[in-house]
């Protein structure tokens, strides 16, 4: 193996080893209920974002 297909490799694995390592969670919250308070907060033109909208709704990024 190259250096270069070595590097790329590492690369790779790095870069997929941070996903699904948070998730919006909410009490009593299930599936339909975030894809409603998400697609909510997409759609608000809210200065602090749609982290600061899903807070405000109750959900926490863990």
Request: aromatic content about 8%.
């Amino acid at each position: 193996m190259t250096t270069r297909a070595r590097l790329l490799l590492a690369v790779a694995a790095l870069s997929l080893g941070g996903c699904g390592l948070y998730k919006w969670q909410k009490p009593g919250a299930d599936d339909t209920a975030f894809k409603a308070d998400s697609g909510s907060c997409q759609q608000v033109q809210n200065p602090d974002g749609y982290a600061a909208c899903m807070q405000g709704r109750g959900w926490t990024l863990n």
